[in-house]
């Protein structure tokens, strides 16, 4: 972790920081600015919490020693800057106060009013809130001007992203000081309005909404769903095992918060596939079983990859199809002979026709133009890079047809998975609902094209930001995606932001290509 060059704007180092909480997120707060070199002042109620709290920040400093980002005298300094106060009382000389308590509103109000009254006037008073509306929280202070929102990521001493949230009545001032302290401390701070689920929370719905609704339409099972995201989508990490990592009682409750802030958006609407589990006490890792097993005795279950077929005889591209050069370009390095010829995009294999997911099914595209072999294949961030490729078949298509789709890729040295006809499929509706819902917070002023992106890539490691990903894609395609998921699903959830439309229409970028970062068609 490296210090940037401080900004004028930035909390001085002297100044004593106060976090409330000495949970796991308060920890990490603490030994960010204890080693950005503020006197801290940790406080909790009680006592226990507190001198374990304090034995977990010397852990945490020492694993910035063993990296060589300080001495080990640097870490016994810090630690004698640490202060232990089991009364709000102790927080008066702080000149910064970020709290990490428990997600209630009424609880974080009354912190607050009686906070406002011990603290000096010029005091910032920051909440580490991850869904409660930060207007809310600070109309019950006298300057609620001072009040805004700084939500770390967990842990806090690894995850670089820092959302500062400003409320209708916080200043401009209190976000650039808090935002130029948060880079002082070596975060990648982005701004934001006060909304439900701020950025990163908003953005990431569908990741796991999408992933749901597909599991809950028997797309296919829950490892290869996993699988798609991961290994096609170039996602860290599988969306159902993500919410088993996370909790699924902590994340069906962010769901619901969303979905409620919302007035029942169909957008955010929950998955009854979750409640069950939270009903069953199924919460993932933390208690053994979630969607997959953990603990003793567990097993890894891999994908049913479809069995090794020979490549077709006559591969023919009509045309080009947009997004897939990276694709079809791996056939110049494997054995496989493509002819190009003219025509509006279309990919035969042995006669079988094979298209990109447009969100409509292969069957319906079958009984549009009266082909039966037809086969689909999902998106990708990063054609080149995945080791799999996702295939869907009309109901109509032979064996040999598909066969035919699965030879090629496998040809091009990709494993291959083979689900149900749904619309959209796994990867395509998933990044179009991503871009999507990006789209939209911008639209509605939420936070800059450039901060969203930042925020998914440095907030939960996406491959890409969402945005530039629309802008490799095409966001004509997009829209054209979500229509057609639109006329399968008429209840308003595929809707296109209007904004994502006008630059469809205008073919203009959402990040410019100097600042792209990690898409490749």
């Not at 949970?23 to 006592?47: C, E, F, Y």
């Not at 990163?200 to 797309?219: C, H, M, S, T, W």
């Not at 699965?406 to 040809?411: D, M, P, V, Y």
């Amino acid at each position: 972790m490296t210090t940037p060059t401080p900004n004028s704007a930035h909390l001085p180092i002297t100044s004593t920081v106060g976090v409330i909480g000495a949970g796991t997120m308060g920890q990490g707060i603490a030994a960010l600015a204890l080693r950005a070199g503020h006197p801290v002042s940790l406080h909790d109620t009680r006592s226990e919490a507190l001198e374990s709290a304090a034995q977990a920040i010397d852990v945490s400093l020492g694993r910035w020693v063993k990296r060589g980002d300080m001495s080990a005298d640097q870490q016994t300094i810090c630690m004698a800057r640490l202060a232990l106060v089991e009364t709000v009382e102790g927080l008066a000389d702080c000149s910064l106060v970020i709290e990490a308590i428990i997600e209630d509103l009424a609880i974080k109000k009354t912190l607050f009013s009686a906070l406002e009254n011990i603290v000096s006037e010029d005091a910032l008073l920051t909440s580490n809130t991850s869904s409660i509306s930060i207007t809310a929280i600070g109309a019950c202070l006298r300057r609620p001007q001072r009040f805004l929102g700084m939500h770390f990521f967990n842990p806090a001493t690894v995850l670089p992203l820092v959302e500062v949230i400003s409320g209708e009545a916080t200043s401009p001032e209190a976000a650039e000081t808090v935002t130029e302290t948060a880079r002082v401390w070596g975060k990648h701070p982005v701004q934001c309005r006060s909304s439900p689920g701020f950025i990163v929370n908003r953005v990431a719905r569908p990741f796991y909404g999408e992933a749901l609704l597909a599991l809950q339409e028997q797309a296919c099972d829950a490892v290869t769903l996993d699988a798609a995201l991961r290994d096609a989508g170039g996602f860290k990490m599988g969306p159902l095992e993500l919410m088993d990592l996370i909790g699924h009682d902590t994340n069906f409750a962010v769901t619901r918060t969303v979905f409620n802030s919302f007035f029942q958006d169909p957008r955010y609407k929950p998955s009854l596939i979750q409640q069950a589990l939270v009903d069953a006490g199924w919460l993932g890792r933390k208690t053994g079983r979630g969607f997959f097993h953990y603990g003793e005795g567990a097993t890894v279950a891999t994908p049913d990859y479809a069995a090794p077929h020979p490549a077709p005889a006559t591969i023919i591209l009509q045309g080009e199809i947009p997004g897939t050069a990276s694709l079809l370009g791996l056939a110049g390095d494997h054995p496989v002979h493509i002819r190009r010829e003219p025509g509006i995009g279309q990919l035969y294999l042995d006669g079988t026709l094979v298209q990109p997911s447009t969100g409509i099914t292969a069957t319906t595209l079958s009984a549009q133009c009266g082909v039966s072999d037809i086969v689909l294949f999902d998106a990708s961030v990063n054609y080149a890079k995945a080791t799999l490729i996702v295939l869907t078949k009309a109901d109509q298509c032979s064996a040999q047809g598909l066969a035919n789709a699965i030879g090629f890729f496998q040809a091009l040295g990709k494993n291959v998975v083979v689900i149900d006809d749904v619309p959209g499929m796994l990867v395509t509706r998933t990044l179009c609902m991503l871009a999507n819902e990006a789209a939209e917070a911008v639209c509605h002023g939420i936070a800059s094209a450039a901060d969203v992106d930042d925020a998914m890539l440095k907030g939960v490691n996406y491959p890409t930001g969402p945005l530039a990903w629309a802008d490799g894609y095409g966001n004509g395609h997009i829209v054209t995606v979500l229509d057609n998921l639109a006329k399968a699903y008429p209840d308003g959830r595929y809707r296109a932001s209007a904004l994502l439309r006008r630059k469809a229409i205008t073919r203009t970028r959402w990040i410019p290509t100097e600042q792209q970062s990690g898409a490749n068609l």
